[in-house]
């Protein structure tokens, strides 16, 4: 027998049985798992609008509400799903949990999210505030008051880009300019950002709520107290229909949200617009500049070709000519009538070419004659080496 096979005979007999491959995790672990467990900052509602704060780990949290842990993962940026009787939902960093009798914000400490949360929500929850569903159960009032909160979210952040991308805009697209402010081409740059990040979170909320329109089994799930209370659900089968009133209440936010991305969308479209009106202003103002450097070429041009007769005499040669005292008069004057000569040639070759063509002429001439014996008699004239036509005369009674 080896030394290994002794060791472990050895440890056989000392173990426990049943025990020795068994690896059951100790009150010690367990208590370890639970102190990293993360804590949620919890703000409740009940339906009065009464209002209580308090602090419970997630482990405490999920098994109180009968969910399981994944439920209070918030995975997604924007959500809403039901799970044993409750509404988990998300609106980025919103985090609700909804029941029938109560509503539970997490981690509600957020300088954006306290003003409503302190301001409008106890009050809309209590059926003071403007919403919709003051008659309907709790749920329907949470869940619009939600909803009501983040397209108002949206809304407001659309109405601070859109005057800023507007004055930026027309500043830029101004035609006088002859160049373009960098600082307000970074200012719309950073506008155009925010504006498609807006536009991605609105799809992504219209998209969730599309997706629950979809399926009427959850629709059905989202009326909580049709399922618990013996009264409302009576009412919803034989009055009201929750289930319709549900799907009313999504697609009316829906639209909205629709609405807000076609504004999105539309000042997206003005902002491509006066990008293209940008670029062609400033190809304008460089085609001028490359039109005048060309004219400036034609004449150093033409000034150097007729400045070879200067260079002829200014050689170190000596003739007849420079005897004459008019001659320097003469040569000078050839010299700037034959440079402005070419130059004014070259300029009109130039605008032939470069000059837009007209549209072509029309020559139809209309000669209503003088009436006589109760004749009117009207000709028209074309001429007949553009048309190809000749001169008709119609006589009319």
């Known amino acids: 027998m080896s030394l290994a096979h002794y060791f472990f005979d050895a440890i056989q007999q000392t173990a426990p049985k049943g ?59 924007v959500s809403i799903a039901t799970r044993n009787n409750r509404i988990i939902m998300r609106m980025e960093f919103l985090k609700a949990v909804i029941t029938p009798e109560f509503l539970l914000i997490l981690d509600y400490r957020n300088l954006s999210l306290e003003p409503w949360l302190l301001n409008e929500l106890a009050s809309q929850l209590a059926g003071e505030g403007q919403l919709v569903t003051y008659s309907l159960p709790f749920e329907f009032r949470a869940i619009e008051a939600i909803l009501q909160y983040w397209i108002s979210k949206l809304q ?53 709520i599309l997706e629950i329109l979809d399926e009427e ?99 170190n040669l000596e003739s007849s000519l420079e005897e004459d005292p008019r001659i320097f008069w003469l040569v000078t004057g050839i010299m700037f009538l034959g440079s402005g000569l070419i130059w004014r040639r070259l300029l009109s070759f130039l605008g032939r070419h470069l000059d837009p063509p007209l549209p072509p002429h029309v020559p139809a001439v209309l000669k209503k004659s003088q009436p006589a014996a109760g004749k009117v008699e009207i000709k028209t004239t074309l001429k007949g080496e553009t048309f190809g036509l000749n001169r008709s005369t119609l006589t009319n009674q």
């Open 217 to 315: 089994e959850v629709i059905e799930e989202l009326c909580l107290s049709k399922w618990t209370d013996e009264q409302v659900f009576e009412e919803s089968t034989s009055g009201i229909d929750h289930a319709e009133e549900m799907e009313l209440l999504l697609e009316n936010y829906y639209r909205q949200a629709e609405d807000l991305l076609n504004e999105a969308r539309e000042l997206r479209v003005l902002i491509d617009d006066s990008e293209s009106i940008i670029f062609i202003n400033l190809d304008s103002h460089r085609n001028v500049m490359m039109r005048l450097n060309l004219q400036l070429t034609m004449g150093t041009f033409s000034v150097s070709l007729f400045g070879l007769i200067g260079v002829a005499f200014g050689m």
């Open 19 to 77: 025990r020795f491959y068994q690896h059951a995790p100790t009150e010690a672990s367990q208590a370890t798992l639970a102190s990293v467990s993360p804590v949620f900052a919890v703000m409740k509602f009940d339906k009065e609008g009464n209002t209580t704060y308090f602090e419970k780990k997630k482990t405490e949290l999920y098994q109180e509400l009968g969910l399981q842990a994944r439920d209070l993962r918030f995975q997604h940026v």
């Open 156 to 208: 407001g952040r659309l109405n601070t880009l859109q005057p800023q991308i507007l004055e930026t805009l027309e500043a830029l697209v101004d035609p006088k300019l002859l160049s373009v402010d960098r600082s307000k081409l970074h200012v719309l740059l950073q506008n155009g950002k925010s504006l498609s990040e807006l536009e991605t979170d609105v799809k992504v909320f219209k998209e969730t």
